[in-house]
């Protein structure tokens, strides 16, 4: 039976609020598009903005605006823009393009280059691969999501999950996001990891699961998947395992 994605329409409330979104980029962003696109829809530029992040994601090892993506019915969408569109963006208005970083207005450029041309339809289509297929609709998608279909995935997920690292760091943070896929594919749904080391060299992770997943054995098999992985390194790891709805967490030290 094929799954059904409602909804929700591009110009509904988002399900979520991303932390670290950055309105500001993300309204300059699409603004720029809208200059490169004829006749730009607000469909036809989420599909832009979402191929110009997967390309300064791969170089940048950050999204544009930050934040994180939503999965609708026809494609992935940025929460920020989501946003930005129901509080009535006006897209014929002027960029302000000294909100964007030279990288991002590379990525951008690029993007209009290669598909501003296209039709929207196109170019959503474009939008509709397996990072998206995973997501069940209005799930957030975020970076690491995004960067476990890039061709340097490994790099990109290194610098996520530690973006300033020391030399003499361990290589247990680097495990734990490369054992991700394998938690995943053990608790048979997506998942949302953020980790970081302690001054005490204990790894502190939060996994997030969609709420229609999440339970108690579940838990335990992410818990334990992650285990495995930090196990050749010595190290402590701390986990606490929430879903995307309010419920209490599950934590194991």
Not at 174 to 188: F, M, V
């Amino acid at each position: 039976m094929t799954e059904q994605r409602t909804p929700p329409s591009l110009f509904a409330a988002p399900h979520f609020q991303a932390q670290g979104e950055d309105l500001n980029v993300c309204r300059a962003a699409a603004l720029y598009l809208a200059q490169r696109v004829p006749s730009p829809t607000f469909e036809h530029l989420s599909a832009l903005l979402y191929l110009a992040d997967l390309e300064h994601l791969s170089r940048c090892g950050a999204l544009i605006f930050g934040g994180a993506y939503e999965a609708l019915r026809d494609g992935p969408a940025p929460s920020a823009f989501l946003h930005l569109t129901r509080a009535g963006l006006d897209l014929s208005a002027a960029p302000d393009l000294e909100e964007l970083s030279p990288a991002a207005l590379e990525a951008l450029s690029a993007c209009a280059d290669r598909h501003g041309q296209a039709s929207a339809p196109h170019v959503t289509a474009l939008t509709r691969g397996e990072v998206w297929k995973a997501h069940p609709a209005g799930q957030p998608i975020t970076a690491a999501h995004l960067a476990r279909a890039l061709p340097n995935a490994r790099a990109v997920l290194e610098h996520l999950a530690d973006p300033h690292p020391s030399a003499d760091e361990p290589s247990a943070l680097r495990a734990l996001w490369e054992a991700l896929p394998s938690a995943e594919t053990r608790a048979g749904c997506p998942l949302t990891l953020s980790a970081q080391l302690r001054p005490d060299g204990t790894i502190t992770a939060e996994v997030i699961m969609p709420d229609a997943h999440y339970g108690f054995e579940r838990a335990m098999t992410i818990c334990a998947a992650l285990r495995d992985a930090v196990r050749p390194f010595g190290v402590d790891l701390d986990i606490e395992v929430d879903s995307d709805a309010a419920r209490p967490s599950f934590t194991q030290v």
